[in-house]
Structures are given as C-alpha cells and as structure tokens.
C-alpha cells in the first residue's frame, strides 16, 4: 500500500507533528511517566494511520479485456441512467452516466476508466456544498470535467469523467492538461475527503455491468462493456 502524491501535505504534515510529539512522549518516558508516554504515543499513531489513510494509493490490477470499462473510483453505485442532450465536447448527444458516491472511509483517488486522449477540462466552481448523495450537488456543487476520446481495441467513442465535491470534500485535485494520454486505471487525481465521481459514456453501444447499490473499486471493478462501436456520440 502506497500513499498518493495528492495528498503529500496532508500527510506529510501529520508525519511531521507525529514525529514532534512522539519526541515529546519519549520525554515524558525518560521523566517517569511511562505508562503516560506509551498512552499517548499510541494515541498519535492513530491519528497518524486515521489521516494516512484518507491517501492511501492500492495496487489495482484491471480486467485483460479492453472492452470492459473499469470504476473511476472507489464507493457505492448511486445511479445509472441516460442523460439525454448532454452536450460536452466530443459528446453531442444521449450519454450514458454512472455515478459513484465515495464517503470518508472510500478511497479518493480517480483512476482512467480506459486509455483516454483528454481533449478538455472543464471546471465549475461550487456555488453550494451538498451532500454527495444528494442528486442535485452535480448542478450545484464544486465540479472538475474531463472529457475526450476513449480508445477499445482500436475503436474510438467520447467519454467524460468528472469529479464533484461533497458537504466534508472541499478540494478537487486534477492536474491534468488537454492532450495528455491516459492509460486505463491511471491515477489522474483525486477529491479530498468524500464526494461524488460521475463517467459519461455514448448511450447507444454501451451496457452496465453494475446495479445501483453494488461496490465499486477504482481500477477493478467493471462498470459498463462496450457491445456496439460508437463515435462521437452517434449510432451507427
């Protein structure tokens, strides 16, 4: 288990306040109070770990078949449905989204659904902070988008990612710029703390793989499987 590089101040600086009171617990060890120092010093351990953790970066290995779209994220399925007229270049139609609920105990980082050439990134900035679960908080709260051309054995088709805070999660990283290639399950990013992770796929050619409720890791998990090639949104 590794820690991502998103969240290096976070817990870096947890390391470094750790590691001043761990020197303060030895202290008080040294001063006789022993059974003070082990206390404490295995109280900031935990909060070390608790913090650690909101970064933590598995290993995830994807399925061998290209067809097979994995999560974005890890967390709870919350809905699948088409959203008719969704108009974010290169898509110009009918899409298909799935959205994802990640809580403070999920891990945060976004990974690529499949090799992905991104074409655009669009941010909104939040005007509320609902909660994730919440099926407004996509029009209304903080949002990170990108979209661009997804590539399945040679077949190329629009697909859209996008990250939306939460009521805890206030911070969306993604350091992303157009033109950039992303492998499938490549950590592009992450959103701190809890949130809400929506992929957008053409609505004609693609079948889900997952109902509403169902757990999702990002990387791993299969969400949809392309049946039909499509480009640009269209149905051939």
Known sequence: MTLTKYGLWEWGSALVAAIIRWSGCAL???????????????????????????????????????????????????????????????????????????????????????????????????????????????????????????????????MAVRQISGAIARRIVCPVEPGRRLKRGEVYGMIKFGSRTELYLPAIGFAPRVRIGDKAKGGETVLAVMENPVENGDEK
């Open 28 to 158: 008080l060890y040294c001063y006789g109070y022993p059974r003070t120092a082990v206390v404490a010093a295995a109280v900031v351990l935990v909060i070390f770990l608790t913090i650690s953790a909101f970064f933590r970066n598995p290993r995830r290995t994807a399925p061998r078949d290209e067809k097979l779209l994995v999560s974005p994220a890890d967390g709870t399925i919350r809905d699948i449905e088409v959203v008719h007229d969704f108009y974010l270049p290169p898509f110009t139609g009918d899409a298909l989204r799935i959205g994802i609920f990640l809580s403070v105990l999920n891990v945060h980082v976004n990974r690529a659904p499949s090799a992905l050439e991104v074409l655009s990134v669009n941010y909104r900035p939040g005007r509320k902070y609902l909660d994730a679960r919440n099926p407004k908080c996509g029009q209304e709260n903080e949002a990170m988008t990108i979209s661009g051309e997804a590539t399945v054995e040679g077949r190329a088709f629009p």
